[in-house]
């Protein structure tokens, strides 16, 4: 886990030069006896719209890295299906058996898709998880964080400088807004000062730091495993 936080920290210093270099663009933006392009409002309001993109990226970098994580941990430890606890059972069935759902598909497709999870489940067999068993699909808020630690057991304090994570809620309609071409990144770019997005941040940042502190207990402690 260790691993992630390190690329998280990295994450933040591209972050934070990239917030340095928008507030030098404002502080100089009418200093220039020349204009250029780049000191235009339109361009400066396009460069706050991908500083959310940024803040965005680094939450679903964070989230979906520690849960990888935590699935290759289980994996290279040798633990199946009976070893890990039930939220971690869940999971793993529902990967299993969406691996072959469809409208479309045959009663002998289930039937070999059951038979072929509980082999799994008799022979002992290594627990694996990938991407896919993860419900993250670009709607990553506050919210549907929470709702993932739970559902995998993973418990953690947050700090309450940063309200509960309510900013991410606003970074997420922003991206997938942009993603979807439903505004323009200057329509995006106008709606925040630099302040603003400063406050969104910090704020993220300090969510995602207790969410993977517990993320890290929850490895080093093997909070995967059926308590003994």
């Known amino acids: 886990m260790q691993v992630i936080i390190d690329d998280f920290n990295e994450r933040i210093k ?4 990239f917030y340095k270099s928008i507030e030098q663009l404002y502080e100089t933006q009418h200093d220039f006896d020349i204009k250029y ?12 719209a991908n500083a959310l993109l940024m803040v965005y990226n680094l939450v679903e970098a964070s989230i979906m890295g520690g849960i990888l994580q935590i699935y290759d941990q289980m994996k290279t430890c040798g633990y199946s299906y009976n070893d890990v606890r039930k939220e971690i059972q869940d999971i793993w069935f529902s990967f ?11 009663y002998n ?9 509980i082999n799994e489940i008799l022979k002992g ?6 991407r896919k068993a993860t419900d993250i699909s670009g709607n990553l808020n506050a919210e549907k964080i929470r709702q993932i630690c739970k559902d995998h057991g993973i418990t953690y304090s947050i700090d309450a400088s940063c309200r509960g994570g309510a900013v991410l809620d606003d970074v997420k309609d922003k991206r997938n807004n942009l993603a979807h071409g439903t505004i323009s990144f200057v329509e995006c770019g106008r709606d925040y000062s630099i302040e603003a997005l400063i406050l969104i941040k910090n704020e993220t940042i300090t969510f995602l730091e207790g969410i993977l502190r517990g993320m890290k207990d929850y490895c080093e402690d093997k909070s995967y495993l059926l308590a003994e």
């Open 96 to 106: 299993k058996f969406n691996q072959v759902y469809d409208k479309t598909a045959h």
């Open 109 to 117: 497709s289930y039937r070999e898709k059951a038979l072929e999870i």
């Open 14 to 17: 591209e972050i934070e030069l």
């Open 37 to 48: 392009e780049f000191h235009s409002d339109d361009f400066l309001k396009v460069l706050k």
């Open 125 to 130: 067999e290594i627990i694996e998880l990938s």
